[in-house]
T-cell receptor, first 112, second 114 residues
Framework: AQSVSQHNHHVILSEAASLELGCNYS??????LFWYVQYPGQHLQLLLKYFSGDPLVKGIKGFEAEFIKSKFSFNLRKPSVQWSDTAEYFC??????????FGGGTRLMVKP | KAGVTQTPRYLIKTRGQQVTLSCSPI?????VSWYQQTPGQGLQFLFEYFSETQRNKGNFPGRFSGRQFSNSRSEMNVSTLELGDSALYLC?????????????FGQGTRLTVV
């Protein structure tokens, strides 16, 4: 069975700091990769996705992620975070059908 | 375009009771998946329906069941509720099934079992 690991459970940053959240998955075949964000009291929203092609994908709100197949990684980055980025971030993998396997999530707090 | 709608938003039930949660997918979407979100276990896949057929099922006991109607709306049912079933239940809809599709999530139903 595939699994997804997010190594940072809690991250605290000051505004304007750079962000990198790690995500590693275990499945060796073709996968789709996603980052979702859950703002307090809101539903899960898609930040970005990787299906194929350019391994550097850009999403909404200035986020980007890089797929490194050899490392089974899909790390999320943002050059300069804002207070409004405070949320929980989930990495997810889909290798068949529509079943998503999620990582444990990373709670990001951005101090103003 | 309306998003994924889940009803009710909040529920309080007593141990041993059963509960039915409803999900209306985005118009035109034919795949509906259900997830359980808890602080301890995170987001876990329950099951997926497409064209009224269950395609995948997660590792949950048989007390958890679901169905999908011809209009793609879906319901999930939990029988003989246990305290550990307290969770946020999320529904996601997708246009089709397979790789290269993305899931859109609803607000969830917060179930509390007392």
């Amino acid at each position: 069975a595939q699994s997804v690991s997010q190594h940072n459970h809690h991250v605290i940053l000051s505004e304007a700091a750079s962000l990198e959240l790690g995500c590693n998955y275990s499945y060796g075949g073709t996968v789709n990769l996603f980052w979702y964000v859950q703002y307090p009291g809101q539903h899960l929203q898609l930040l970005l996705k990787y299906f194929s092609g350019d391994p550097l994908v850009k999403g909404i709100k200035g986020f980007e992620a890089e797929f490194i197949k050899s490392k089974f990684s899909f790390n999320l980055r943002k050059p300069s975070v804002q207070w409004s980025d405070t949320a929980e971030y989930f990495c997810a993998v889909n290798n068949a059908g529509n079943m998503l396997t999620f990582g444990g999530g990373t709670r990001l707090m951005v101090k103003p | 375009k309306a998003g994924v709608t889940q009803t009710p938003r909040y529920l309080i039930k007593t141990r041993g009771q059963q509960v039915t949660l409803s999900c209306s997918p985005i118009s035109g979407h034919r795949s509906v998946s259900w997830y359980q979100q808890t602080p301890g276990q995170g987001l876990q896949f329950l099951f997926e329906y497409f064209s009224e057929t269950q395609r995948n099922k997660g590792n949950f006991p048989g007390r958890f069941s679901g169905r999908q109607f011809s209009n793609s709306r879906s319901e999930m049912n939990v029988s003989t509720l246990e305290l550990g079933d307290s969770a946020l239940y999320l529904c996601a809809s997708s246009l089709v099934v397979g790789l290269n599709t993305e899931a859109f999530f609803g607000q969830g139903t917060r179930l509390t079992v007392v």
